[in-house]
């Protein structure tokens, strides 16, 4: 069965950083583009960053670039999400999802991803 599970959310005040990881386990992801989306209360799910199955390319919302970074390590079967300078409005519940197509996560095509993790909170406190 296979499973993505996300960690590092917690509580950090607005300027600070935090890392997540998304662990995948059930088969290898290698070959598969993954991303991160993110829910924040009362708001619908919104795309945040994507890696290609390679990490050579990567895709950013205009509101987190230049402040995230999505990297990926295959051998480990993780991508992380690097979060800097965050603030308040950053605060939400943080997805991990992967795809066989790219298209899938830029398009924040929901219902049609072939995965998701159950996501980690991010708090940020101004």
């Known amino acids: 069965q296979v499973h993505l599970v996300e960690s590092g959310g917690g509580l950090v005040q607005a300027g600070g950083s935090r890392r997540l990881s998304c662990v995948a386990s059930?088969?290898?992801?290698?070959?598969?583009?993954m991303g991160w989306f993110r829910q924040a209360p009362g708001k619908e799910r919104e795309f945040v960053a994507a890696t290609s199955w390679s990490g050579k390319n990567t895709y950013y919302a205009d509101s987190v670039k230049g402040r995230f970074t999505i990297s990926r390590d295959s051998a480990k079967n993780t991508v992380y999400l690097q979060m800097n300078s965050l603030k308040p409005e950053d605060t939400a519940v943080y997805y991990c999802a992967a795809d066989r197509l790219i298209a899938t996560l830029l398009n924040g095509d929901y219902y049609g991803m072939d995965y998701w993790g159950k996501g980690t909170l991010v708090t940020v406190s101004s």
């Open positions: 059930g088969r290898t992801f290698s070959g598969d583009p």
